[in-house]
Nanobody, 122 residues
């Protein structure tokens, strides 16, 4: 059974940094893309960043470009999201997702983690 487990969320300050991790198990070898999404209260879930297996393809939402960095460690089946220069608008539940083909849309990912809360104070 496929499992994605996020960790590293919590409280950060504006201008500060947080690092999220997503560990995949139970079939992680079949994933081609892993992504991060977020959902703020009252808003729809939105794309944040994605990385293909091997790191050949990477993409970011405009709102996080230059501040967030996605990376992966295939030996550990783990994907990271380094979040720098945090803004209060980054406050949301962050979800890790995995899919079988390159995609940026929420509905194109088959597997999801349970999410981790990130709260940024001003």
């Amino acid at each position: 059974q496929v499992q994605l487990v996020e960790s590293g969320g919590g409280l950060g300050q504006a201008g500060g940094s947080l690092r999220l991790s997503c560990a995949a198990s139970g079939g992680a070898f079949s994933f081609y893309v892993m992504g991060w999404f977020r959902q703020a209260p009252g808003k729809e879930r939105e794309f944040v960043a994605a990385i293909s297996r091997g790191g050949g393809l990477i993409d970011y939402a405009d709102s996080v470009k230059g501040r967030f960095t996605i990376s992966g460690d295939n030996t550990k089946n783990t994907v990271y999201l380094q979040m720098n220069t945090l803004e209060p608008e980054d406050t949301a539940v962050y979800y890790c997702a995995a899919g079988s083909q390159w995609a940026l849309g929420v509905h194109e990912y088959a597997y999801w983690g349970q999410g981790t809360q990130v709260t940024v104070s001003s």
